[in-house]
């Protein structure tokens, strides 16, 4: 559970679960609304295709999960106001394609004395059976971090409406030597062959970031194992952990217990003092709970995103034999600008993840349900685009699109030699904005440009070269986003782990009013920004593929396509939008 608005950045036995299920939640607890939601007109940043609410608060993606043909999301919600509050409930969506969403009533409200001041960020198991039971952290009467379980009151209804707080709970309490504020969020549990159910809980000691290790026979009682699963000195509070497998040859996800040779494992924690998702990848031995990562966590390690994407979660779907991640994706304006538009929060566009095929890192990509949103496709190849160059890309709409275009370079000898070890990326894309040009670079495309290009958001590459060997930089700047003063308007930057003398550059940048998620190097390196465009706004937005390096660029294939709205969390009288 975030707890501020980031700016920078196997079997429960029968009886148990009977006796779980003997005691009834308190009923939906509605709520109304202190902020006036804004009428569409006046919304020109809401999206149409990203996960969002009506009005009001949301952030942590909570409990994802597939159960009886639908998909589930609950997501962190203050149903009060726009602003962050720490009284969270859980709000609830479901869907049949990860795509248009149903709105329903709060799975959870803080009702009890182990979660009356807030119902924090928690995770989804689905036992043996077909039954998913919830693990989420509670502030209890004293606003101590506890972790508390709940189950499905009718496992009949697909929607899962209703949820029964375990009368025991909590489960877990906060450890000796651990501050009351410095211990939650529950993973998704995994099953080992000694019968017995794993968590993690993300928390620190001081000054050290770590992975509670917690083991069940039962899933109602849990005891601590003697060490963390994994812990860093200096790297604050860990939040939102995740601890899952990925096949090391296969582009197929699997279930959170797989545990076999074809598997490694990732470890990822949100770093609460910086506001990002680091992830480690490594071997993991149930035997003697120990973690072996194949790099040390670092200011400078693995992310899954280097712009606005923050205390992810990832699950397992089972229809698609795939593993699917969402991100919280906060705001970049005001607390004021919140009031006015009645709403702040939203969540990434769902995304497959997998293993590269040389098990440096996760590959995302946008998940395959998205090609039902397309329409008007434009296409072309082999274009060249000379030194300085801008290409409009017309006929689709340039507020709410999808593009994805290769370049191919040439001369490549001909590029700057500079050293970039030990350079951050994110400050060197800051310093080299895309005004500034270089020999390969920037070129890549404007998103959400005004006509005059006053306003743009440039998601753009540039090629170095050190002692014969290439180093590609993917940068995102928001510098001039908006003419609008008072805006979050950081430039990103990171590397993309490809040889440009063998593959060709890709960019796919999905586009939606005011949220830019771009994908590089076939999804090695993954960018969201927030914008908000004054000009730049409907139809008034443009969209451009350029090069203003001093090397001309070969765009190879450039496809882009329009985007329909999506049918997201609106209330339906016709017995629901899915």
Known sequence: ??????????????????????????????????????????????????????????????GPMYYNGVYHFFYQHNPSGPLFHPRMYWGHSVSRDLINWTPLDPAFAPTEPFDINGCWSGSATILPGNKPVMLYTGLD??????????????????????????????????????????????????????????????????????????RSEDFVNWSMWESPLYEVAGSGIWECP???????????????????????????????????????????????????????????????????????????DPVKNRRILMGWVNESDSDEDAHAKGWSGLQSFPRSIWLDQNQKQLVQWPIEEFKMLHENEVSFKNKSLEAGS?????????????VNVSFKLTNLEEAEELDLSGIDPQVFCSEMDASKKGKFGPFGILAL?????????????????????????????????????????TTYGAFVDIDPQQDEISLRTLIDHSIVESFGGGGKTCITARVYPTLAIGDEAHLFAFNYGTESVLISELSAWSVKKAHINIEETNGGAY
């Open 449 to 489: 440009a005004s006509h005059d290009l006053s306003e743009q958001t440039a998601i753009s590459f540039r090629v170095y070269k050190n002692n014969g060997r290439y180093t590609v930089l993917m940068c995102s700047d928001q510098s001039r986003s908006s003419t609008r003063n008072g805006l979050d308007k």
């Open 1 to 62: 559970m975030s707890n501020n608005k980031i700016t920078s950045h196997g079997q429960l036995p029968f009886f148990i679960l009977t006796f779980i299920l003997t005691f009834v939640m308190a009923p939906p607890h509605h709520v109304g609304s202190e902020s006036r939601l804004a009428s569409p007109s006046d919304q020109p940043y809401r999206t149409s295709f990203h996960f969002q609410v009506p009005k009001n608060w949301m952030n942590d993606p909570n």
């Open 242 to 316: 995740d601890f899952f497998p990925v096949c090391v040859d296969s582009n197929n996800g699997v279930d959170t217990s797989v545990m076999n040779s074809r598997v490694k494992h990732v470890l990822k924690m949100a770093a609460f003092d910086c506001g990002r998702d680091y992830y480690l990848i490594g071997n993991y031995n149930p035997e003697n709970e120990h973690f072996v990562p194949q790099s040390e966590l670092t200011l400078g390690s693995l992310r899954y995103d280097y712009g606005k994407f923050y205390a992810s979660k990832s699950f397992f």
């Open 390 to 402: 801008l290409h409009e890309i017309l006929g689709i709409t340039a507020s709410q699109a999808d």
């Open 141 to 214: 009467t004293e606003n101590c971090q506890v972790q508390n379980l709940a189950v499905p009151k009718d496992l009949s209804d697909p929607h899962l409406r209703e949820w029964v707080k375990h009368t025991g709970n909590p489960i877990i309490n906060v450890p000796d030597g651990i501050k009351h504020d410095d211990f939650r969020d529950p993973s998704t549990a995994w099953h080992a062959d000694d019968g017995k159910w794993r968590i993690i809980v993300g928390s620190r000691r001081e000054g050290t970031g770590m992975a509670f290790l917690y």
